[in-house]
């Protein structure tokens, strides 16, 4: 079974920034497009950004023009920059092909003021 596998999340102060990796365990085919997802304790899991097949990036509001997402080949990448404190989450990636979505197992990322 193909599996997600996030690195990168971590503790940083206000400010800092951190880059996260997903890349899978197999072949996958037919992505439509990747993307990053967090969810914070009591709060449902939220898109934070994806990236197309065509690599067009979308973000949400409160991530645009701190975070950027990027792809290679089938690894994909968030890079994340001036981080606040609600930006503590713990951040999923997922891919989604025609027919099922694969998703990791999430790592935390916890920003301190």
């Known amino acids: 079974q193909v599996q997600l596998v996030e690195s990168g999340g971590g503790w940083v102060q206000a400010g800092g920034s951190l880059r996260l990796s997903c890349a899978a365990s197999?072949?996958?085919?037919?992505?439509?497009?990747m993307g990053w997802y967090r969810q914070a304790p009591g709060k449902q899991r939220e898109l934070v950004a994806l990236?197309?097949?065509?690599?067009s990036p979308r973000y949400s509001d409160p991530v645009k023009g701190r975070f950027t997402i990027s792809r290679d080949n089938d690894k994909v990448y968030l890079q994340m920059n001036s981080l606040k404190v609600e930006d503590t989450a713990v951040y999923f990636c997922?891919?989604?092909?025609?027919?099922?979505?694969?998703w990791g197992q999430g790592t935390q990322v916890t920003v301190s003021s």
């Open positions: 990236i197309t097949s065509g690599d």
């Open positions: 197999g072949s996958i085919f037919s992505i439509i497009y």
């Open positions: 997922n891919f989604a092909t025609g027919w099922r979505d694969y």
